[in-house]
């Protein structure tokens, strides 16, 4: 990124007060690039934190999926699908079903309710053929 682009410059001499401009012209304009930097940093620091809370959600995701895959022998698109059943029917976000799943399966108390919908889910992805889906 250049120094241009930081400062929202588009050439050098851009906004720059004019050899006789008053102390006042400067100093507004001064503030206004200040202001417009504080902007600046408040968008990254904002896309920073998303990036951040959607780093956390996916490995909780992952990690979900995973322990459905050891417990009921599912293939990870399987588990995958169960976990987006599950997150559609209580109309809760995948992370938040992911995050409760791994709460609940820490603590071994899935609940009725979601140990019900669970193995419906589960029961929707075996195929008799073959068993567990792969």
Do not use: C, W, Y
């Not at 120094?3 to 012209?25: F, I, K, N, V, Y």
């Not at 304009?29 to 202001?35: G, K």
């Not at 940093?41 to 459905?68: M, N, P, T, W, Y």
């Not at 603590?107 to 053929?129: F, I, M, Q, Y």
Request: charged share 25%; hydrophobic share 45%.
């Amino acid at each position: 990124m250049s120094l241009r682009h930081l400062t929202g410059l588009s050439t050098p001499t851009d906004d720059l007060p004019s050899p006789g401009a008053g102390r006042d012209t400067i100093i507004d304009r001064l503030t206004r690039r200040a202001e417009q930097a504080e902007q600046r940093a408040l968008r990254a620091e904002a896309r920073i934190l998303a990036l951040e809370r959607a780093l956390v959600s996916r490995a909780e995701i992952d990690q979900a999926k995973g322990a459905i895959m050891a417990g009921f022998g599912l293939g990870a698109d399987d588990a995958f699908d169960v976990l987006v059943g599950v997150s559609q029917h209580a109309n809760l976000k995948l992370a938040t079903v992911a995050g409760q799943f791994l709460a609940d399966a820490l603590s071994s108390d899935l609940g009725a309710h979601a140990r019900d919908v669970l193995s419906e889910r589960l029961a929707r992805n075996t195929h008799p053929a073959r068993g567990p889906a792969a």
